[in-house]
């Protein structure tokens, strides 16, 4: 593959929050068109080393090309793998501790902007999304089988679609007719159940539920959050994890997470002091997220619900 347009959202502020040690080793786990694991191989020497995850074939196939510099120097290896298998892939290669981990969460643009991958209201497609396309399910899978209240939960959970009901019922209605076969139906069903005048506010009416589908097709929330949980206990000290999140509910997570990490455990009032083994062995590095400047915004659409947030470790108990 020769092309592969995505533009890489916080670039410089994702690989230098992780403050890369040159020998040290890194873990890259949405690699794409492979953008941040470049920055973060410039980094490193020949000690050093880059383990990049992607679940979809097709970008790591883009990047055999792109980072062939660091396979040839011995510096990069592909994992073609689910991030919620961190612990275990990394196993495999005799890693058991970690200086950095980067996240950049999502789907990439040629993921989206290929018509073929249905992951967008855009384009006619059949009804797929899925991001490892060896996966077995997809979109058409849970459109047409799962139950009335199975795509409530998804569209109001991970949507936040207020019409959720209306439309889980028009789905469940029209699907007994014929099943539903491609994005530009379930367009069509979304327009019938939202009421004229919401669907001419809030952007495409389709777009809270494609991606509330994208997100149950890829259990994205439930694969970030064994990830960042291995990788917050393979960290050494001084290792930092940056994350990148577009929309609400990956960064509550993420913020949620971090946060409970580090900040002191719940104490018997009254203690003069705490005692050592209380205190966090997390520090956030900034307190609130790091937005991308107006110069990224008015260069990438992408970069406007980007946040990112980073986290180092100082101590293991
Ligand atoms: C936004 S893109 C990353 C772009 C990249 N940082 C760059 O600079 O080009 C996200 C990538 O992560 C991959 N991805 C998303 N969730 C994943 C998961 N749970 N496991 C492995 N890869 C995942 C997607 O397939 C996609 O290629």
């Known amino acids: 593959m020769d092309k592969f347009e995505h533009t890489t959202v916080l670039l ?48 790591i196939d883009f990047n055999q090309g792109e980072l062939a510099f660091a396979l040839k120097e011995k510096k990069l290896t592909f994992i073609q793998a689910n991030f919620r298998e961190l612990k275990k892939q990394l196993s495999h290669h005799g890693i058991d501790r970690l200086d950095g981990v980067l996240y950049d969460l999502g789907v990439s643009s040629p993921q989206f902007d290929n018509a073929q991958r249905g992951f967008s209201y855009r384009y006619d497609a059949p009804l797929d999304m899925r991001m490892n396309q060896a996966q077995s399910l997809d979109a058409k899978q849970i459109v047409n089988e799962w139950s009335y209240a199975e795509l409530v939960r998804i569209f109001f959970r991970y949507g936040e679609e207020k019409y959720a009901k209306s439309i889980a019922r028009h789905i469940e209605k029209k699907r007994e007719l014929a099943k539903i076969e491609t994005t530009d139906q379930l367009v069509e069903i979304i327009k019938e159940a939202i009421p004229a005048r919401a669907r001419r506010k809030g952007g495409h009416p389709a777009k809270r539920v494609f991606q509330a589908v994208r997100i149950a ?81 008015t260069v990438n659409h992408r970069a406007h619900s980007a946040k990112l947030r980073i986290i180092e470790r100082i101590a293991i108990k």
């Open 12 to 59: 410089h502020e994702a690989v230098s929050g992780l403050a890369v040690k040159k020998n040290g080793v890194y873990v890259d786990c949405t690699l794409g068109g492979g953008g941040h694991s470049k920055q973060i191989l410039n980094a490193l020497s020949a000690n050093g080393h880059l383990y990049a995850f992607d679940q979809d074939q097709t970008a």
């Open 217 to 297: 097709v890829n259990d994205e929330l439930g694969a970030l959050e064994e990830s960042l949980s291995q990788a917050l206990d393979m960290l050494n000290v001084g290792g930092r994890i940056s994350v990148i999140t577009f929309q609400s509910l990956e960064d509550r997570l993420v913020k949620s997470m971090f946060k409970e990490k580090s900040q002191i455990s719940d104490l018997p009032p009254g203690l003069p002091v705490i005692p050592k083994d209380q205190l966090p062995s997390y520090r956030l590095v900034n307190k609130k997220p790091i937005k991308p400047q107006l110069e990224e915004l």
